[in-house]
């Protein structure tokens, strides 16, 4: 106890050693003498300091988003592909070959494009899109804003860390080009097929090319994690405790250790497919006999090593995923229900629960691998332990909701959207865990269905709810509303019928990973239903379409914001200049005095945590 | 709820201030040893599991058991290694004092004591690059593997697959320890650290390298000890 | 203010010079016993109940030489509380980490050893042990041969 005295006491005379942002507020000149970071305030910033190599947290978040909007749309329009191919087997798409050449010929796709297709659209969606373009965009973007930070802790290291992400894009972007195609053994990358490079056209060129990418996407996760919870746990303003903390704020860092703990998991992983495809090891290969080749000489290895080596991210995986859009979402729906989250403690304590349970689960993507079947029962008790959390969480989400005085923004109908698809998707999450159950529904699209409503359509309403709500503070504009409102009714609806009716295929037993049912008897009464979906998954990604043409327009023609609180919300963020500059605040950075959850206090509609606490102000 | 309960400025908690009192850079640093421990632990582990799937593996007693200058076919298992272990522990001793020195202002103490260190790591990388080259001209490599299990049987190719994978991940951050010491001496020297008035970035160059002693410690028992 | 940051720093330094050469003695010690132990090692049965038991000791002392180093060469045990705990719980993830993963390795192997005769059968064939070392090299293909042979008788 002394101790802890003692060094507080310290804290306050070595304050000025770039140990606290406050440094900065007082004394810029002085402080740029130990703050290596320092010059901002006074460096003119030519058009390549400004727009390309910035170290302004918001514009490498624009960064991040714009990167992530462009995987989103091809990885989108891959999934239109290989949609058409399911819904449409027998025809013929002359335009097809036109665009994909000598992998459409005669205007089919065909199998090694297909299976291409569905393995670029599966990593570049989960990694590229809902990883980097998620957390990397809003992290960046509301970490310093909402903590009151002038800056990130290291804007050096994050600036490289949008810039590994960059790099991994290209190399990502530049194996689709290359002759024997992307690699195309499903997003997982599971060996033999990612080990031998004889197993498909698509385990040569393309997955040197897909372990590049995403190696160098781990060390820009890292880089970014690590500045993440440095820039939390240091930099936060004067008054900001961590229980004053906004619950995007509590969600991002849990997000940032997860990948920080996780993701080097997968790179130990990755060297060892390395050393496997390259140097005649055998750590993932043993007993493998090929057609005209004969035996192998690999012994001794385990493909489920690589399994668990990758599920052990895997897992965490989703929730980096899905943690950042449950937090924008707790934000959001509190501001437009006007009224304080309902259990802020419960919300971080859930969130806690989650990100550790995240790391205990990992083999519930195995239980049909040859697991051993009692290692498996821990892993369905863990599994389900999940529910726990998850539940407390929607049911808060409900009861802040409960009796609002609700505004439907369209910001807010993404987060309820958010809500609703996470119960649906989380209820099936329930019927998977249990290990028995997973023997009949495992590969099948039932999983498809489970995963694609659970993690990637919730995790990308997350994502437009932010979108559009943090959209004025980002750009000084608004989106335009009727569009908004198009789009979110398109994609809500369109995205229930894509995935609902999988649930009954999976259920009937069609199995995922399959180029063509129509020679199968027992998928026969399917065509028609794969037919319906596939016509909704363009309707679907024609919305997304309108969505870029408003966020592009509104850009530069949006109508103009011209209150600085344009949604009454209490968060710091919203108490910076209408387009603030680097550095965030012109003068001080605003001292904190209560919890950011004060609406409809005291018959006042909204306080923000800037406002000192009244004296006869009454407590929750 | 404590959400609204006014907070004392003392509280470690309250913000505008480190809450464990470190600034950033040695903070990011302890995280990122704490995920490149999952990077380590995740190659043993592994190497483990592979251990564990496999019916016999070779003694390291067997394999690791020459030394250099000794005549051709001495039987001195353990003897090598321990002499790398200790090279690798006073290192580290060494990088400490660096630290030390550093936080009491002691231009000299650091510059004398980064040297050390350095000398240990190449030290260190030198015994590596023989023990390795030593094993290769046995036949020993990737997907190699000359050594019978400890009953007499064959043994898969995995016990030279772990083994160089892993001393060679390890030697790579022994590696770039000795850069980043080479770097932190050459600043030490050109007198960066005196005009910023701390050594700060000494204790994160050392806080690297006492994290690659720690995973010695680990690739040491695990491949040569059990 | 350099004056009083350099104080700051020394006043939750801990022991100096002094504890550096107590824990240099002590991780010393260590793998000295370590060392020992590693050869009395050498002279046990393969699966025996006391070589598994020296591994134990072994592990258990890899574990202690850990906390020296990162409690007194990291200087983590004169940090806040707050960062130990930050530091050391995330680390606790290893226990069903390793559990788990060692487990599944183990039960691999029973059923490969179940269901797949080839691997059973590799593990009982002995390949002719070498007396000498120096001469493995030039025997190595040979060596290989053989194997070969026996596993196609």
């Known amino acids: 106890m002394t101790r802890a005295g003692g060094v507080i006491a310290d804290n306050r005379t070595i304050k000025d050693q770039s140990m606290s942002n406050e440094a900065v507020i007082h004394s810029p000149v002085e402080v740029a003498a130990h703050d290596e970071h320092g010059e901002h305030h006074h460096h003119h910033e030519t058009f390549i300091t400004k727009y390309v190599f910035s170290q302004d947290h918001k514009m490498i978040a624009k960064q991040f988003l714009i990167t992530g909007m462009f995987w989103a749309v091809l990885g989108g329009l891959m999934s239109v592909l290989f949609r058409l191919q399911l819904g449409y087997p027998d025809a013929s798409f002359p335009w097809l070959e036109t665009i994909l050449g000598k992998w459409a010929p005669g205007g089919h796709i065909t199998p090694a494009a297909y299976y291409a297709l569905v393995t670029t659209h599966g990593t570049v969606l989960v990694f590229f899109v809902l990883t980097a373009g998620l957390s990397g965009t809003f992290a960046n973007f509301l970490i310093p804003l909402q903590v009151g930070a002038r800056d990130m802790a290291s804007p050096f290291l994050n600036m490289l860390s949008y810039w590994f992400f960059f790099t991994a894009s290209i190399v990502m972007l530049s194996s689709i080009f290359v002759e024997t195609g992307p690699f195309s053994g499903g997003w997982t990358a599971y060996p033999p097929l990612s080990a031998l490079g004889d197993a498909s056209p698509g385990s040569q060129t393309g997955m040197d090319l897909w372990l590049i990418s995403m190696a160098l996407f781990v060390v820009s996760s890292l880089l970014g994690g690590l500045n993440y919870i440095a820039t939390i746990l240091n930099m936060r303003t004067k008054g900001m405790s961590m229980t004053r903390l906004p619950l995007t704020i509590w969600a991002l860092f849990f997000t940032a250790v997860l990948g920080v703990l996780s993701f080097p998991v997968l790179f130990s992983g990755f060297i060892l497919l390395i050393f496997d495809r390259n140097f005649g090891t055998s750590f993932y290969l043993s007993d493998i006999f090929v057609n005209g080749v004969g035996a192998l000489p690999n012994e001794g290895g385990s493909a489920i090593l690589y399994q668990h080596l990758f599920w052990f991210l895997g897992h965490p995986e989703v929730y980096i995923i899905l943690l950042p859009a449950m937090g924008m979402a707790s934000e959001i729906l509190s501001v437009n229900s006007r009224k304080p989250i309902f259990g802020y403690m419960a919300m971080i304590g859930s969130l806690f629960a989650i990100a550790i349970l995240a790391f205990l689960v990992w083999a519930h993507h195995m239980f049909v691998t040859g697991l051993n079947p009692f290692l498996g029962s821990i892993f369905v008790l863990l599994t389900l332990l999940i529910a726990v959390p998850s539940a407390i969480k929607v049911f808060n989400w409900l009861t802040t909701l409960w009796r609002g005085n609700i505004r439907f923004t369209p910001g807010m109908m993404f987060a309820i959207g958010f809500v609703s698809l996470f119960i649906s998707g989380g209820l099936t999450g329930i019927w998977l865990g249990n290990s028995a159950l997973d023997i009949h529904l495992h590969d099948t699209y039932f999983v498809i269905a489970h995963f694609h409503i659970v993690m990637g359509v919730s995790s990308m309403f997350g994502m437009f709810a932010g979108i559009y709500h943090w959209f004025p503070k980002m750009y000084g504009r608004y989106l335009n509303n009727t569009v908004s409102y198009i789009h979110f009714w398109i994609t809500i609806a369109g995205a229930y019928m894509i995935f609902w009716p999988m649930h009954y295929e999976g259920l009937a037993g069609m199995p995922r990973r399959y180029f063509d049912y129509s020679n199968w008897e027992s998928f026969k009464n399917f065509v028609e239903l794969n037919r319906f979906i596939s016509t909704v998954a363009m309707i679907v990604f024609a919305a997304q379409i309108l969505f870029l043409i408003n966020f592009f327009y509104s850009i530069f023609k949006g109508r103009k914001v011209t209150s600085l609180n344009p949604w009454g919300a209490n968060t710091l963020e919203w108490t910076t200049p209408l387009r603030p500059g680097h550095g965030n605040w012109p003068g001080e950075i605003p001292e904190v005095h209560r919890w950011p959850y004060d609406y409809g206090k005291d018959g006042t509609e909204f306080i923000p945590q800037t406002t000192p606490v009244g004296a006869d102000e009454s407590h929750h | ?226 | 203010m350099e004056h009083t940051h350099t104080e700051a720093t020394e006043q939750h330094e801990g022991g100096g010079t002094k504890e550096i050469w107590k824990v240099t003695i002590i991780l010393s010690v260590l793998t000295i016993i370590e060392l020992a132990l590693g050869f009395w090692m050498m002279g046990m049965g393969l699966e025996s109940a006391s070589r598994l038991a020296v591994k134990g000791t072994i592990v258990i002392l890899m574990m202690a030489k850990a906390f020296y180093i990162v409690a007194y060469f990291m200087h983590l045990k004169h940090e806040i509380k707050n960062l130990i705990m930050t530091i050391v719980v995330p680390l606790a993830l290893f226990v069903w980490f390793i559990t788990a993963f060692l487990y599944d390795g183990n039960s691999f192997r029973h059923l490969r050893n179940t269901y797949d005769p080839h691997f059973k059968e590799q593990s009982t064939i002995k390949v002719e042990k070498k007396e000498h070392t120096e001469t493995k090299e030039k025997e190595a293909p040979k060596e290989a041969g053989k194997e070969e042979k026996k596993t196609v008788e």
């Open chain 2, 1 to 226: 709820m404590s959400t609204t309960t006014t907070v004392t400025p003392t509280k470690l908690w309250s913000g505008g201030k480190s809450p464990f009192n470190v600034e950033y850079g040695k903070l990011m640093m302890w995280y990122f040893l704490m995920s490149d421990a999952f990077t380590f632990g995740a190659f043993l582990i592994s190497y483990g599991t592979i251990r564990f799937s496999t019916n016999g593996w070779p003694n390291p007693n067997e394999v690791f058991r020459s030394f250099p200058f000794a005549p051709e076919g001495i039987n001195a298992p353990l003897v090598f290694v321990s002499v790398m272990t200790f090279i690798l522990i006073i290192s580290s001793v060494t990088m400490v004092l660096a630290v030390h020195a550093g936080h009491n202002m002691d231009k000299k103490g650091v510059v004398r004591n980064l040297i050390l260190t350095i000398i240990g790591g190449i030290l260190f990388l030198s015994c590596q690059a023989w023990e390795w080259n030593h094993l290769h001209s046995e036949g020993a490599w990737w997907g190699h593997n000359p050594f019978l299990n400890h009953d007499g049987t064959a043994s898969s190719t995995n016990f030279t697959n772990y083994f160089f994978t892993i001393t060679g991940f390890h030697g790579f951050h022994v590696f770039s320890g000795v850069l980043i010491n080479i770097i932190m001496l050459i600043m030490t020297l050109t007198d960066k650290f005196e005009k910023r008035g701390h050594y700060l970035m000494i204790e994160k160059a050392g806080l690297y390298w006492h994290f690659v002693d720690l995973v010695w410690v680990f690739v040491f028992t695990c491949f040569y000890l059990i």
